[in-house]
């Protein structure tokens, strides 16, 4: 075989380039947006930091807590969703308001304020006994090990609006 011979592409070789080449390119042009589908919601942009309106004004907030629903709009990968939220809303000493997760940080179950009379003045979630001062911090030696987490909050018009909850530092 002659030396010219050896470098010629041969008629199935060439054909077998063009279609591996055309056939790889179509494949791709059809996973490409199937792939994008699949991983979207990981693509968007954490909206983080939005408030919601908690329906009630800043002169309603005295310094017993309230409890107060209010509703956000959840989206989990495709499903989106209303879910309602709940927070336990006074002002501080200081006069600050401050807006608490009624999420026990034990298991999970919804505190209630002032509503054990065995423990008065006290967030008590009736699971387990868990038990937490006014300012959301766990008593010592009751099961929940860290305080309720915080909501974030600002005043827009004379209205409470209310955004992420914060976990705190375990006490
Ligand atoms: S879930 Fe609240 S004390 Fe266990």
């Known amino acids: 075989m002659s030396k010219d011979k050896k470098n010629q592409v041969s008629r199935r070789q060439f054909l077998n380039y063009t279609l591996t080449g055309v056939g790889g390119f179509m494949a791709a042009g059809m996973l490409a947006p199937m792939v994008r589908f699949a991983i979207d919601p990981v ?21 017993e807590p309230k409890r107060v629903a209010f509703n956000v709009e959840q989206v989990d990968a495709w499903y989106e969703s209303t ?5 336990w809303v006074y002002k501080q000493e200081d ?19 002032n509503d054990n009379e065995n423990y008065p003045e006290h967030f008590y979630c009736p699971c387990h006994d868990g038990l ?16 309720l987490a915080v909501y974030e909050h600002k005043i827009e018009n004379g209205i409470l609006y209310l955004g992420k909850a914060i976990p705190r530092e375990e006490a």
């Open 43 to 63: 693509l968007q942009p954490d909206e983080g930091g939005e408030f919601v309106s908690a329906k009630i004004s800043e002169e309603d907030i005295t310094t």
């Open 83 to 87: 879910v309602e939220k709940v927070a």
């Open 95 to 113: 006069g600050s308001i401050i807006a608490l997760d009624p999420t026990c940080t034990h298991l999970g179950c919804f505190v209630g304020w």
């Open 132 to 147: 937490y001062t006014k300012d959301g911090v766990n008593v010592p030696n009751t099961p929940p090990t860290a305080p």
